[in-house]
């Protein structure tokens, strides 16, 4: 059921069966997500203001919330997870080829992939901005930007349709929140000018059937996502395998500091995201924390292998590469850094620690391409 002003009880499974699809050998408590719709469009009306706080509520007791998925994009969400498993399916060496030298699009296999030092299983191909060589940012070298190797139309066409919508998506819940903080219009928006949306499609074998290189019955390990939104899809049919940590005021992270993968990984206070027919989670990442100084903090939270192969898709709403935040009006609690925080660096950062066999790390350190994050081209 949805109220007029878009606060919605999803029709959920009874409260005992929420936590029968939790991955083997996983202790969590199942969570209860708030499910809430999306105005056509964001004005900054009361009702706006209402949506914008209960979400920023949501948010600050439960580190994640729902959002439900538009009749109109069901056709697209099923092309985008027919075109995934079609993807997955291809042989090894098509699927390895899919890299680039420039970008950290393309493919990751399972096991390829380091968090907290530690390969996932996971399986992934990641889109990132899809620049081409004469591009001028590419042409002057700028960090992490270059082409998306896409293997074919089959997926490029509808995963950037998909980002399309997600995009238009994370503007309203950016507005939204902008409602909520009381912060004025703008504040959150004026940083997703050309932001660097990119999303990781995954695919998450079977516990039971891994190729023996990662840590045992883990997709990926406890994290922090790094820009302003995450918003995630999962298919229903393998049980989700998604675990959040809410907001508690004895945790702190700050990724940007001091890394927060391994975040209390092994530790109990997981919750686990039962799947959900047609709804995206969301939840806020580093940049939110700290333009808000905490008060929306970055959500932890790690993936476990099913008894079923699963397929997801996280997308990341972001600042432009070129961004230096700042905290907002009325929650500038005196956080650091005290100059900002430079996006793109942030972003180059955290992808060289996740992949630092890569081809695009080894020529990032070759070519010293981090040196022109300093540069004020890349700074507004
Ligand atoms: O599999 C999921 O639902 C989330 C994946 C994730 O955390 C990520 O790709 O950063
Ligand atoms: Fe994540």
Same mark, same amino acid.
């Given at each position: ?53 209960? $979400? ?96 074919? &139309? ?11 919508? &997600?995009?238009? *998506?994370?503007?309203?819940? &950016? ?52 820009? $302003? ?12 395998? $998604? ?50 100084? *905490? ?86």
């Amino acid at each position: 059921m949805v109220t007029s002003h878009g606060i919605a009880t999803a029709a959920t499974p009874a409260k005992q069966d929420l936590g029968a699809t939790m991955p083997p050998n996983y202790i969590a408590r199942p969570g209860e997500l708030q499910t809430f719709e999306l105005p056509a469009q964001v004005t900054g009306t009361p009702t706006d203001v209402e949506l914008g706080k209960a $979400l920023v509520d949501a948010w600050r007791s439960d580190g994640i919330l729902q959002i439900s998925m538009k009749d109109t994009k069901k056709s697209l969400m099923d092309e985008v997870f027919d075109a995934s498993k079609g993807f997955f399916r291809k042989p090894h060496s098509e699927k390895a080829a899919c890299v680039d030298s420039q970008s950290y699009s393309g493919y990751i296999a399972s096991a390829e992939e380091i968090t907290d030092g530690i390969p996932d299983y996971s399986e992934i191909f990641t889109v990132t901005k899809d620049l081409d060589l004469s591009e001028p940012r590419v042409r002057n070298h700028w960090p992490c930007h270059g082409p998306c190797p896409w293997p074919d &139309l089959e997926m490029k066409d509808p995963m950037e349709q998909y980002m399309e919508y &997600l995009g238009q *998506s994370g503007e309203k819940l &950016l507005q939204l929140i902008e409602c909520g903080l009381g912060v004025p219009p703008g504040s959150l928006t004026k940083y997703t000018n050309d932001g660097w949306h990119h999303m990781r499609i995954l695919r998450f074998p079977a516990v039971s059937n891994t190729n023996g290189k990662g840590k045992e019955g883990r997709g990926i390990g406890s994290h922090t996502d790094y820009g $302003l939104l995450v918003i995630a899809a999962q298919d229903e049919v393998g049980g989700s395998g $998604l675990f959040i940590r809410p907001p508690s005021a004895d945790e702190a992270t700050a990724n940007w500091e001091e890394s927060a993968a391994g975040f209390h990984e092994d530790d109990s206070g997981w919750v686990y995201v039962p799947p959900m027919p047609d709804v995206f989670t969301v939840f806020p990442g580093d940049m939110m924390q700290y333009l808000t100084d *905490s008060y929306l903090p970055s959500t932890p939270h790690k993936v476990g292998l099913n008894t079923r192969e699963r397929f997801a898709f996280a997308y990341f709403h972001e600042p432009s590469f070129q961004s230096v935040l700042r905290p907002l009006p009325g929650y500038d609690g005196g956080q650091k850094p005290r100059e900002g925080i430079h996006y793109g660096t942030h972003f180059t950062n955290m992808f060289m620690r996740n992949y630092p066999d890569r081809i695009t790390s080894k020529r990032m350190i070759r070519e010293d391409r981090r040196e022109l994050l300093a540069s004020p081209e890349l700074r507004t």
